[in-house]
């Protein structure tokens, strides 16, 4: 199996070995017809691993479904999945197809699995046993021939000793399963990612790629990504828009110091770092009477430490795993070592200097950003946006820019 090709086919980024384990295992299930069941934070691309089952199996041809369990309604769930029969409920004014009907011949990848009622998860077991289910408000006995790939964010098992997963369930799902490890798991993958990232947004937008000198590096793989791969994109691509400015003939490229990228790096709760502010009147007794240089002195220490103690945790946690070989493939710009720059298009990012002003950076405007450049990809879409930005439509609703509340 040609490894790097099969990446490259699913916009699949990184080397890690733990990620290129769980790859060759989606492939090998892929033509058994086994269900299967994926795990793996938030944000981990677990969907791209559901297509890789699917297109490597003899249901290739055959359609492919997607089914968010937590965004269904509790109440229609039942009904989603395997339909319903005209007046079976309130607002059902005519029949209705589930999911396993359409789905016949194909593959039904049930994301958050998790999020399903007791009693659905009783109706999808008998399913994944006899292949039979009924319709809401209906008794007739209705076949399909569906594979179910699952996938959850959370442990099942945690969830079966809790009485919110059932047991026989987890056990016909939990036979054939991969995990997709955190980026905090990949940090080797961290920069190609971002340079994936800032890539691909520049070229979109005609600026000047970002790239990171070692100190910046070394700061951004620090920070644990508990967003994974969803959050590092959003954030790569509005650094790019904030500090990034159209290609020229002389400058190709904006060079980032670890000084020029902290005040843009969230925090472990996903939100910027707050600035030490100077200014105005009370400030000293408002940071315990601690100087400029005092607080910039503890805010790098906590920098540092973080640093190495995220860097001891991935030596424990981390699972030793033999590097698999791929065939050479034609590289992208990106991939690989980053080549020696010509030093002359390159340009090093100088924060802006203001008169009379203390540099102060507002959490709300650098989160603001944050949320315009998730609206404008998705066109304004605030539910794809928020699933962007890992966070519910109601948190984006509170945090939309003014000139969104009005649309």
């Known amino acids: ?71 269904l309604p509790k109440e229609l769930v039942n009904s989603e999945l395997f339909g319903h029969v005209k007046g079976s409920f309130t607002g059902a004014s005519d029949n209705r197809r589930g999911y396993f009907e359409d789905a016949d011949g194909g593959t039904l990848f049930l994301d958050e699995i998790a999020e399903l009622p007791l009693e659905s998860q009783a109706l999808l077991l008998r399913v994944l046993q006899s292949g039979e289910f009924r319709k809401v408000g209906s008794n007739k006995v ?32 939990s036979a054939a399963q991969l995990r997709i490890p955190p980026l905090r798991d990949r940090r ?10 800032t890539s691909d947004f520049s070229e979109v937008n ?75 009147a009370g400030a000293r007794e408002n940071t315990g009477g601690l100087s400029s240089d005092e607080r910039q002195a503890i805010f790098k220490a906590i920098l540092d430490i973080k640093q190495e103690v995220d860097e001891l945790r991935s030596r424990i946690d981390r699972r030793e795993l033999p590097v698999h070989m791929a065939e050479p493939v034609q590289e992208a710009e990106w991939q690989g070592a980053e080549p020696a720059p010509d030093q002359s298009r390159i340009v090093r990012y100088e924060a802006p200097e203001r008169e009379n002003e203390e540099p102060v950076l507002s959490l ?18 605030r539910k794809l946006a928020a699933q962007e930005l890992g966070m519910s439509e109601r948190t984006l609703y509170r945090k939309l820019p003014a000139e969104y509340r009005k649309k």
């Not at 569906?146 to 059932?166: D, M, P, Q, S, W």
């Not at 709300?364 to 879409?381: C, D, P, S, V, Y």
Request: charged share 25%.
């Open 1 to 71: 199996m040609d490894l790097q090709a099969l990446k490259n086919k699913y916009d699949i980024i990184g080397n890690d070995p733990a990620l290129n384990e769980a790859l060759e295992t989606a492939v090998k299930f892929a033509p058994t017809g086994l269900s299967v069941l994926i795990q793996g934070e938030s944000g981990v691309g677990k969907e791209s691993f559901a297509r890789i089952i699917h297109q490597y199996s003899p249901r290739r041809n055959g359609p492919f479904f997607v089914v968010n369990c937590g965004a």
């Open 142 to 173: 209705e076949h399909t021939d569906v594979r179910i790939v699952a996938a959850t964010n959370v442990h099942l098992y945690e969830a079966v000793k809790r009485g919110k997963f059932r047991e026989d369930l987890y056990f016909r799902l």
């Open 188 to 197: 080797a993958d961290i920069y190609l990612l971002f340079r994936k990232f």
């Open 206 to 280: 005609g600026m000047c790629k970002i790239s990171l000198k070692g100190d910046a590096l070394r700061l951004l793989e620090s920070y644990r990504w508990p967003g994974n791969i969803r959050q590092l994109q959003g954030f790569t691509q509005a650094l790019t828009a904030q500090l990034s400015r159209k290609v020229t003939p002389t400058i190709q490229r904006i060079e980032l110091d670890a000084e020029a990228l902290a005040p843009f790096m969230p925090t472990e709760q996903g939100e910027p770092i707050p600035i030490l502010y100077e200014g105005g």
């Open 364 to 381: 709300r405007r650098t989160e603001e950003e944050l949320i315009r450049a998730a609206l404008e990809k998705h066109g304004g879409n």
